[in-house]
């Protein structure tokens, strides 16, 4: 098989980690379903996997990519305890971007993060908002490597793991790590959602 390595990623990464995430994503229930044209949804998924690459999660210096011989083939976006939501400067400030993201659906991608958020684990927790590998490069076991480091750490300080899982297959991958389902919700009916997390020590 094929080598690959497990790399900490930084913020000056985001170009890399946003284009391996749009492709990682462009086949998503709930992308597909907030942004339905085929044609243009690789540039919006990478101008917003931008914004929140950029400007939101890798500043935190928490998250992990997976690299092989053709580059960044998978990564997990992390934010620590308390840091869930999105800072209150980046809706204000890229606004115009998520609206050229979502276009006419922007009122319904906003419904789906409020219906999330509404939901979201209140306890401290890290959040992996994001985990993806692209489609060339699955198979692999690249999603149980991406995740092993944070959820060592998980397990030396004692922290739960959350995140969403937007498909069955991805939920069966967390469920083998020690997620568990602690609700399922479709927002403004939205594909479903399974709201997952795991306790240290799984």
């Known amino acids: 098989m094929e080598r690959f390595d497990v790399v900490a990623v930084e913020r000056a990464h985001w170009r890399e980690v946003s284009g391996a995430l749009a492709a990682s994503f462009y086949d998503d229930p709930v992308f597909s379903w907030l942004l339905p044209n085929d044609a243009t949804r690789a540039a919006a998924l990478q101008r917003y996997f931008a914004i929140e ?14 690299t092989d011989r053709t580059g960044t083939v998978g ?3 992390i934010l620590p305890p308390g840091q869930w939501r999105t800072p209150l400067r980046v809706q204000v400030v890229y606004g115009p971007g998520y609206l050229r993201t979502f276009r006419r659906r922007t009122p319904r991608a906003l419904g789906v993060l ?11 927790h890290y959040y992996l908002p994001y985990i993806g590998v692209v ?9 149980t490597a991406l995740l092993e480091p944070m959820l060592d750490r998980c397990d030396r300080e004692g922290i739960p793991a959350y995140l969403e899982a937007s498909n069955a297959r991805c939920a069966r991958l967390y469920q083998r790590l020690g997620f568990d389902t602690i609700e399922e919700i479709s927002p403004l009916g939205a594909p479903p959602l399974q709201l997952m997390t795991r306790d240290p020590g799984r």
Do not use: D, K, N, T
């Open 135 to 143: 489609p060339a490069a699955q198979g692999r076991g690249l999603g």
């Open 75 to 77: 990564v997990a976006l």
């Open 114 to 124: 409020m219906g999330m958020e509404r939901r979201h684990l209140r306890r401290p």
């Open 53 to 66: 690459a950029r400007h939101i999660v890798l500043e935190h210096g928490l998250s992990f990519a997976v």
